[in-house]
């Protein structure tokens, strides 16, 4: 038995459709989202999967915001109980961290929004 | 022997009857297969409409697969359930696009190439199914893995359909009968 010229084509199609469905289903999704970080009225937006370490300056001095493997944090602030700093890192659309007394605000904001919590059958 | 006199009609209802019984037991079959997720089938009870493609015309080509709807609706319990639903519309859409194929490009396509396609069209209707009745977005996730067992496992059905035909028997005589 010998394969015919649009066998192969079939084939081609089908193998297409995985790795199109593959790269749009897991690779699109991949990309986690972007970190809002407001302060004194102004907004900046950084992608969550490039590592960068910004200085945002607030009324009482610079909060130190740190995006690192996909995830945001605030590494020191110049407020007095550090709320912010203790809060864990956040990664997931609708996360936040603020520090109140410095009036910074960071967020993460979502591509895909719509997750699977749990499935049965 | 009786059957000789019979007319290629009632020949054609026997045979849809049969491939019929042969899509429940391979659907028995198909339901011992052990799964990580259900949906997911080998596909081996589409044998029977994959090798009866050149033999009946497209009305009972339908029927037969009415018949296995029905029997792998039986077999997996899933008769009266939204499961149903996705394997009848699943199960059409493979039918159709296997029927179309077979027509246009029968002569540069073998049973390997009609069995991918059609996997590739019962897979993706029952995803865009999937999208808009259950999961959401979340629904093309289980794309990829589908799709992939899906080329796998047609590829070799196809292949196993097209020794079958060129070799059996019963096909021969069947053929110059109907």
């Given amino acids: 038995m ?14 297409l ?51 690192k493997d996909g995830k945001a944090f605030v590494q020191d602030s110049p407020c007095p109980d550090k709320l912010c700093v203790h809060m864990p890192a956040i990664s997931q659309p609708g996360q936040w961290i603020a520090c109140l007394p410095n009036r910074v605000f960071v967020r993460v904001r979502g591509t895909s929004d719509q997750k699977i919590d749990e499935l049965s059958y | 022997m ?20 042969i899509c429940l037991f391979l659907s028995a079959i198909e339901y011992m297969i052990p799964k990580p997720i259900p949906f997911l089938r080998v596909g ?35 008769l009266f359930s939204y499961v149903f639903l996705f394997s009848a519309v699943g199960s059409f859409a493979s039918a159709f696009a296997m029927i179309l194929f077979r027509r246009i490009f029968g002569r540069h396509m073998s049973l390997v190439g009609v069995g991918v396609l059609g996997a590739l069209f019962s897979n ?9 009745l259950i999961f ?12 992939a067992l899906g080329t796998v496992t047609a590829t ?14 019963w096909l021969a005589t069947l053929r110059a009968a109907l």
Avoid: C
């Avoid at chain 2, 019979?6 to 019984?21: E, H, I, M, N, Q």
């Avoid at chain 2, 070799?156 to 028997?169: K, P, Q, T």
């Fill in chain 1, 2 to 15: 010998r394969l015919k010229a649009f066998d192969y084509l079939a084939i081609s199609l089908s193998l």
């Fill in chain 1, 17 to 67: 459709a995985v790795g199109g469905f593959s790269i749009y289903a897991y690779a699109g999704r991949n990309k986690t989202g972007d970190v809002v970080i407001e302060a004194s009225g102004e907004q900046w937006i950084y992608p969550l999967n490039v590592d960068r370490t910004e200085s945002v300056r607030g009324p009482i001095g610079a909060t130190i915001v740190v995006i």
């Fill in chain 2, 2 to 21: 009786t059957r000789k006199s019979t007319s290629s009609p009632t020949k054609r209802a026997d045979l849809v009857a049969f491939l019929g019984a």
């Fill in chain 2, 44 to 78: 081996i009870a589409n044998l029977p409409i994959l090798i009866s493609l050149d033999l009946l015309p497209i009305p009972l080509l339908l029927l037969v697969v009415v018949l296995k709807v029905i029997g792998q609706g039986l077999i997996g319990g899933t």
């Fill in chain 2, 124 to 132: 993706m209707t029952q995803i865009v199914l999937a999208r808009f």
């Fill in chain 2, 136 to 147: 959401g977005e979340g629904a093309w996730l289980i794309a990829p893995p589908f799709l």
């Fill in chain 2, 156 to 169: 070799a059905l196809g292949i196993f359909a097209e020794r079958f035909v060129a070799r059996s028997r």
